[in-house]
């Protein structure tokens, strides 16, 4: 039995390798870098340890929890406005009708746009006073003279919703259609029985067997949002001032632009906390069993 | 940084073109390598611009058999190439012997260690626009010689405004005026008032035309002053309250002002030189023959005021052969060359007397007497090697005042809480009294 074992992580020793290389050195080089002044533009500073200053400077900069507002906000609000016209699609797609495999994969094009191009498609329809946007909605007399999206904070938030639920909102349809297909059709067939109407058997047989899908979904779409970078870069380039900016672009601008390693190695660190708990908050609080093995 | 320069119909040929010339450069490079010293140059390589520089190369290497001159190409992306150049010079690597500078760099480069002193080359400084000596001097010395020049200019349409507007004030008259003749233009003014380097170059224009400034010769925050908040508000006054700006100038950079001013929609444009030759083809433009540049006029208080932008040039502090190098530097910025790169691609000489010879008055792209008097007004951004996070603080507060997210006096107050600490933070006090001392 021994020897076996020995063997068993033997066998395994070349991927535990390979991770510890791809995953877990990164990151704790990241970890060792928050710790220190590393400024590439300002060799004079030198590289000293400062423990945890870097977090320290997170921690009183407005401008880092403001962008964790943002993030959080685009987060909520386009992840709610997916997940319901997600669900939608999915339950209309998972009807039997004719070119179902064609309509399947026809919703699936936004998701295949490379989300810089369309992040780029949106800032045209918006950008201009003649844009299409603003034509559309004169036209429609929702609005009395066009109106520039990108300069106010509640004004430029809808474009980068509307590209983001436009882009996703497929992916998510997608996922929930998988989860309803495993539903077995007698459940159905007996609520139907029992007397149970179709919003019955919706809240009832349907949701609380989609769970485990809505989760998947939800851990997919809410680490993508913390990590929202390109669409807004390309959209808003999280303007005006800073109040479409998220705290990837923060990170981006402290490590890529201002070379900052320390700090924005700190930076680094800190979303990823943040995202990991959140990963962990999701199992623990939807109560499902990642492997189903239970059911 | 630069202003974008959006050459985009030509891009794929000065791709090509750049391609073709490496390879070129590559070749003669390999079989002739153990001839003398390689020399390597770097910098914008594209199009009509980078044939000339290959061109310039070849004939020094001609008149100087000793050594072998190599093409680097690096990004024609302002901030794409400072970062490479960083992590170069981070690596210590003698390559490429000579680096092609934004104007705001050389302070930056210098205090870092990176590129040599040239006092010790006896450089003609003299012979130099003294605000392009002043952007390449640190700490007491002259680290970049200039290259060309980039200056902001005043476009304005000849049709409707005859003569140049003698202050702010009466520019605003002006454009009022012009705007509501019948089928006058829907815009006073357009200018860069995006949040990007671009806000910083026309700000500066309006503070010193305010008689303001960012930092004063003690490397003390003054961008908070009465007169700082005076040019803001003045140019918020423009978007909200002459409305002579439209909004839409919030989320321009200098081609969306072009485009505008170009289609006959602006009494008053703030650009670059660039626009001039891009402007005076019929074919494409309604303004061509209609239009004329002058320096950004004053305000009460002020002095008419242009932003400085272009390319130095500056020697790799751990270059194996500065000497040869700044032969070549020297070269490159020579009466000569800089009038074929004047005649070739429309860039300004940085050498005053360069502006009375005639072959410069032949060019299209220049007005020689306009451009001489913009660049002898011109202003340096602050000469301070943090200038790039000084000049991202700047950006978001100028925007957020500008959008109306806070009032103009708080978000300068703001800008310079953020800058003082900043100076606090990467020890610049101390770096300049060492530096001085």
Not at chain 1, 252 to 279: E, P
Request: with cysteine.
């Amino acid at each position: 039995m021994k020897s076996e074992a020995r063997l068993g992580w033997m066998l395994v020793a070349p991927a535990i390798g390979v991770i510890a290389l791809i995953a877990i050195f990164p990151l704790g080089w990241t970890v060792w870098e928050s710790l220190h002044v590393h400024e590439l533009r300002m060799p004079w500073l030198g590289k000293p340890f400062i423990g945890l200053d870097n977090y320290l400077e997170i921690a009183r900069d407005p401008r880092f929890w403001g962008a964790l507002g943002h993030t959080a906000f685009f987060t909520v609000v386009s992840i709610s406005i997916e997940l319901i016209l997600g669900l939608f699609l999915a339950l209309a797609m998972n009807r039997a009708f004719r070119g179902r495999g064609f309509v399947r994969a026809a919703v699936l094009v936004p998701w295949a746009i490379p989300t810089v191009v369309a992040a780029l498609l949106w800032r045209f329809m918006f950008e201009s006073e003649a844009g299409i946007a603003n034509a559309l909605l004169v036209d429609a007399g929702i609005l009395h003279k066009p109106i520039v999206w990108f300069i106010q904070a509640a004004t430029a938030w809808v474009p980068v919703i509307l590209a983001d639920v436009w882009k996703t909102t497929p992916f998510v349809a997608l996922l929930l259609l998988a989860g309803l297909q495993n539903i077995d059709l007698t459940l159905y067939e007996a609520a139907a029985v029992d007397g149970a109407n179709q919003w019955w058997q919706l809240r009832h047989v349907t949701l609380p067997l989609l769970k485990p899908a809505i989760l998947v979904t939800l851990i997919f779409r809410t680490l993508d949002g913390f990590r929202v970078f390109d669409l807004i870069y390309v959209l808003t380039g999280g303007g005006p001032g800073t109040s479409t900016e998220p705290v990837a672009l923060y990170t981006f601008n402290a490590l890529l632009q201002n070379l900052r390693f320390g700090y924005g190695s700190a930076l680094s660190v800190v979303i990823f906390a943040i995202t990991f708990g959140l990963a962990l908050l999701y199992m623990k609080g939807l109560g499902v069993n990642l492997g189903g093995d239970e059911r | 940084m630069s202003h974008g320069r959006a050459r985009t119909n030509d891009r794929a040929v000065a791709a090509l073109a750049a391609a073709a010339m490496l390879l070129f450069a590559a070749c003669q490079g390999e079989s002739e390598k153990k001839q003398g010293s390689v020399l390597r140059f770097s910098g914008s390589a594209l199009g009509a611009e980078g044939t000339l520089v290959a061109r310039q190369l070849a004939r020094f290497a001609r008149l100087n058999p000793d050594v072998r001159v190599e093409l680097q190409r690096t990004p024609d992306d302002a901030t794409q190439r400072h970062q490479l150049y960083v992590q170069w010079l981070n690596a210590q690597a003698g390559s490429p012997d000579i680096l092609q500078l934004d104007v705001v760099w050389t302070a930056e480069f210098a205090a870092a260690g990176w590129i040599l002193p040239l006092n010790r080359f006896s450089p003609p400084i003299a012979d130099f626009f003294p605000a392009t000596v002043t952007a390449n001097t640190w700490a007491g010395k002259l680290y970049a010689l200039p290259w060309f020049a980039d200056v902001g200019l005043l476009y304005r349409r000849t049709d409707l405004v005859p003569n140049e507007p003698t202050s702010l004030e009466a520019l605003a008259t002006e454009a009022r005026a012009a705007m509501a003749r019948p089928g006058g233009p829907h815009y006073g003014i357009v200018w860069q008032g995006a949040r990007y380097e671009g806000l910083i170059t026309t700000f500066s224009e309006y503070l010193g035309a305010f008689g303001g400034r960012i930092l004063d010769e003690r490397g003390q925050v003054v961008v908070n002053r009465p007169e700082a908040v005076r040019a803001l508000t003045f140019m918020r006054d423009q978007l909200y309250g002459s409305r002579i700006a439209p909004l839409d100038v919030l989320t321009w950079h200098e081609e969306e002002s072009r485009f505008a001013f170009q289609n006959g929609n602006a009494v008053f444009m703030r650009n670059w030189p660039y626009a001039v030759e891009q402007m005076s083809d019929s074919a494409s433009s309604r303004v061509a023959g209609k239009f004329a540049v002058s320096p950004m006029p004053a305000a009460a208080g002020g002095h008419s005021t242009a932003s400085l932008g272009g390319a130095q040039l500056a020697i790799n502090a751990y270059s194996g052969s500065p000497a040869a190098a700044y032969r070549l530097i020297a070269y490159l910025t020579a009466p000569e060359q800089m009038i074929e790169r004047a005649q070739g691609v429309g860039q300004y000489p940085t050498r005053s007397a360069l502006y009375s010879d005639p072959r410069l008055r032949a060019v299209r792209a220049i007005p020689v007497d306009q451009a001489k008097r913009a660049i002898e007004s011109a202003t340096p951004r602050p000469v301070t090697p943090i200038y790039t996070e000084m000049s991202e603080i700047l950006q978001i507060e100028l925007h957020r005042a500008l959008v109306r997210q806070a009032e103009p006096q708080e978000a300068l107050n703001s800008a310079a809480k953020r800058i003082e600490a900043l100076i606090e933070r990467t020890g610049m006090r101390k770096l300049t009294t060492r530096a001085g001392s």
